[in-house]
């Protein structure tokens, strides 16, 4: 009898110099939520707040990939902007070249700092079919 394992949303690898995060999702919605609470678990002590401030966010971009970092680098942007951790990412709609979606602010000093991340980089950014649904390796700026 098989047993019911969790799903893997995102897993830290191996990178040279700065940090890679290989992110899954069972489409593009959940691909770019499950990215956004990788990034933040590497950035924050403990998890974020599920609750506080919504924070409207919305990307354009040319594609899927470019969408992607650029979703990220948004929601670093808000990040540092508010002084606030974020958590409880939630995207409302997303297509190939356009996604909305919402974060939830908390304070700082509930959370910590554990690592600075920069930015999310474009570097050989492909978001790929899995036998879940899809993937892709995300490498930061750190």
Known sequence: ?????????????PHTADLALKV???DLKGLFE??????????L????????????????????????????NELLYVYRETRSSLGGFSVNSVTSTWVSGTAFTG?????????EIKAATYHDVKI???G???ETIIIFDV
């Open 1 to 13: 009898m098989a047993e019911n394992l969790p799903v893997k949303l995102y897993e830290q690898i």
């Open 24 to 26: 899954y999702g069972p």
């Open 34 to 43: 499950n990215a956004a609470f990788g990034m933040f678990d590497i950035i």
């Open 45 to 72: 002590e403990k998890e974020g707040p599920v609750s506080g401030k919504k924070v409207k966010i919305e990307v354009s971009a040319p594609d899927e990939g470019t969408l992607l970092i650029d979703w990220l």
């Open 107 to 115: 304070d700082k000093g509930e959370t910590g700092e554990k690592k």
């Open 128 to 130: 790929r079919p899995s």
């Open 132 to 134: 879940d649904g899809l």
